[in-house]
């Protein structure tokens, strides 16, 4: 049976209809910012946490609309699953890469075919976006 790795996530939306998607360093694969959430932690407060430290965005939890709750293999710990709250959040701020950080694309339809995705954001999470 895998390790289970709570996290949560975002579905950020740019005006244009595109979605950010981000690399971790010493990695291949693009999925949704986010991560880890701490013990005591609420999804949407660990959210936050994170795109503050990871991008650089400071967003209200209140903004965050909860889309549900999905489960896939980890793109990068083996023999782990992720268990993920997910939120959508609408932002134009500038997005600042930090921390762990590598690489943050903007992606639409016809973008997004060129890239690695995790399992989570390749199979459950943009198709809800994009279909």
């Known amino acids: 049976m895998a390790a289970t790795i709570h996290i949560a996530a975002a ?64 793109a990068n710990e083996p023999g782990h699953e992720v268990h993920c709250e997910l939120f959508q959040i609408r932002t134009q701020a500038q997005v600042n890469p930090a921390a762990e950080i590598e690489e943050a694309l903007w992606v639409d339809a016809t973008t997004v075919g060129e890239l690695e995705l995790a399992p989570l954001t390749r199979d459950q999470i943009l198709p809800l976006h994009f279909l």
């Open 11 to 74: 579905l950020l939306l740019n005006e244009q209809g595109q979605t950010l998607l981000v690399r971790k360093r010493g990695t291949r694969a693009f999925m949704q910012p986010g991560g880890k959430i701490e013990s005591g932690e609420q999804p949407a407060q660990a959210l936050v946490r994170e795109l503050e430290e990871e991008l650089g965005i400071a967003v209200d939890p209140a903004e965050a609309r909860f889309l549900g709750t999905y489960t896939a293999v980890a």
